[in-house]
């Protein structure tokens, strides 16, 4: 089945603990994505990547790392996460192609305290 | 940067059509106009997406107006699963990868 897979699904941590959220896709897309989706503020792009080795920032980057050395995963790392980093996260991909849709995984909630 | 402007909310009465606006005046002529829907709790879905023509699927239709600058997602016959947030986005491959959303428009369907 085509999927994009995020993990975890939920995640409790506190400020300064580093973390790492994970994507994986098996559809061979070249793009990923990473998005949060913040009350009242729609989804908001973090980073993405055209290919491996690629990536760049996207609207609201502060904070996040991201890394794309095979083409099926796209991590998200939090390095000293903030409590204002608490958040549900969204990982996309697609063919790198406007004409092709995005597949969201199923999102990862994180709280920081 | 382009962006999308979209109600915040709208209703429709189960089994009646519905036609949901999105504004995208700052548009460029390589962007695609992509719609989403999200369901509490889940990832969005893609509904449809066009360039410059009018769009059928399974789902639903869009229609594009002749200057690009707005578009309507049209749900031909709305039913109660189709509650859900909308989302109308412009892919900006041109811009190398970015995407914009924008705030999107709850769609309530009464029984």
């Known amino acids: 089945e085509a999927q994009v897979t995020q993990n975890p699904r939920y995640l409790i941590t506190v400020t300064g603990k580093k973390l790492t959220v994970t994507c994986s896709q098996n559809?061979?897309?070249?793009?990923m994505s990473w998005y949060r989706q913040d009350p009242g503020l729609g989804l908001r792009q973090i980073y993405y990547?055209?290919?491996?080795?690629?990536?760049d920032k996207g609207d609201v980057p502060e904070g996040y790392k991201v890394s794309r050395k095979e083409k099926r995963n796209f991590p998200l790392i939090l390095e000293s996460p903030s409590p204002n980093q608490t958040s549900l996260y969204f990982c996309?991909?697609?063919?790198?192609?406007?004409?092709?849709?995005?597949?969201f995984g199923n999102g990862t909630r994180l709280t920081v305290t | 940067d382009a962006k999308t402007t979209q109600p915040n909310s709208m209703e429709s009465n189960e089994e009646e059509p519905v036609h949901l606006p999105c504004n995208h005046s700052?548009?460029?002529?390589?962007?695609?106009i992509h719609w989403y829907r999200q369901l509490p709790s889940q990832g969005p879905e893609y509904v449809i997406h066009?360039?410059?023509s009018n769009v059928n699927n399974r789902m639903a239709s869009l229609a594009i107006a002749e200057d690009r600058k707005s578009s309507t997602l049209i749900l031909h016959r709305a039913t109660l699963r189709d509650a859900a947030v909308y989302y109308c986005?412009?892919?900006?491959?041109?811009?190398?990868?970015?995407?914009?959303f924008g705030d999107g428009t709850t769609l309530t369907v009464k029984p």
């Open positions: 996309a991909s697609s063919l790198f192609s406007g004409d092709s849709p995005l597949h």
């Open positions: 559809m061979n897309h070249e793009y």
């Open positions: 990547s055209m290919n491996v080795e690629v990536t």
């Open positions: 700052t548009i460029s002529g390589t962007d695609y």
């Open positions: 066009g360039l410059t």
């Open positions: 986005i412009l892919l900006l491959w041109a811009n190398a990868g970015k995407s914009t």
